[in-house]
């Protein structure tokens, strides 16, 4: 059985799964799709010489080490391939759907699932406007993880220059309320093709945020079945099969940050002790048997 990664070199999440998969199949390979080409016209896939086709499966653990638009142009060409026949995990079209922040967050509010306020606009003043309201925001890349390029806006003084300035980067402004966290913390409910496996908390640190590029660290956490059946309602439109609903327990209630494209292992693993990477590839190896 041949099951391709597709991944980032030196990656931990990606260089784990692959091991994972190598040690279920005795085969791997990481696929770094900067250095793929899809021949539309001979319909192959080539990555250094093997055509994708001729795998039995891919599983998508990251398409590019930062998010940016041009992550949905490698998803089309996995897009391609599976629709064409090929068993991929989760599904492209199914990724394309949670990659934008934009895109996964009005789906989310469609679904009627709880969020922190939150503004979409272009306009300068209208950003104002919001931060107003809210007090104190955070402007959101529509393309980013672990906190990368988020700022923390307050209503002062200076707030039209910090906005405009961030205008100027990123011409649709998401902008959020920032909530107070119960004990510094939110949580990571994560779910196996559509089944709950458990939930972990990331912690602050020094920072505003609780991502462990910011200084925030993996811990242990039992969750009530209300928060687990929230987590439930907000990934089952898209589909995926393996993802993390961020989720904030805040004064109002819980609310929901985002629903993850290229949910990781390493916080499963750490907190609590569960090879997720392992019980994902007994999934993927189970359904193309």
Not at 235 to 257: E, M, N, R, S, Y
Request: proline share 4%.
């Amino acid at each position: 059985m041949k099951i391709g990664v597709v991944g980032t070199p030196d990656g931990w999440s990606s260089e784990f799964l692959a091991d994972t998969v190598a040690e279920k199949t005795g085969y791997r390979l990481l696929i770094d799709m900067k250095d793929v080409r899809l021949d539309l016209h001979n319909n192959t896939c080539w990555f250094e010489g093997i055509d994708l086709n001729t795998l039995d499966a891919l599983i998508i653990k990251k398409v590019g080490a930062w998010y940016s638009p041009a992550l949905l142009d490698r998803l089309e060409m996995l897009r391609f391939l599976n629709e064409q026949g090929l068993s991929i995990f989760s599904k492209p079209a199914s990724m394309i759907s949670v990659l934008n922040r934009l895109s996964c967050t009005t789906s989310l509010k469609l679904a009627g699932i709880p969020m922190p306020p939150t503004t979409l606009t272009e306009s300068i003043e209208e950003a104002l406007y919001a931060v107003a309201e809210y007090g104190t925001a955070v402007f959101k890349p529509l393309y980013s993880s672990k906190g990368r390029g988020m700022i923390i806006v307050s209503d002062s003084d200076d707030v039209r220059t910090i906005v405009t300035d961030y205008a100027a980067k990123f011409s649709m402004m998401y902008i959020q309320k920032v909530v107070d966290l119960e004990e510094d913390k939110d949580l990571g409910v994560v779910f196996i093709q559509g089944k709950y496996l458990t939930t972990y908390a990331r912690c602050k640190g020094d920072s505003w945020n609780t991502t462990t590029a910011s200084g925030g660290h993996y811990a242990s956490f039992t969750p009530s079945l209300e928060i687990i059946e929230l987590a439930r309602k907000a990934q089952h439109p898209f589909k995926l099969d393996f993802t993390c609903v961020d989720i904030a327990i805040t004064p109002d209630g819980p609310v929901v940050f985002e629903v993850s494209a290229f949910g990781g292992f390493k916080g499963v693993l750490k907190a609590r002790g569960i090879n997720a990477a392992q019980l994902y590839v007994d999934a993927v190896i189970k359904e193309i048997s």
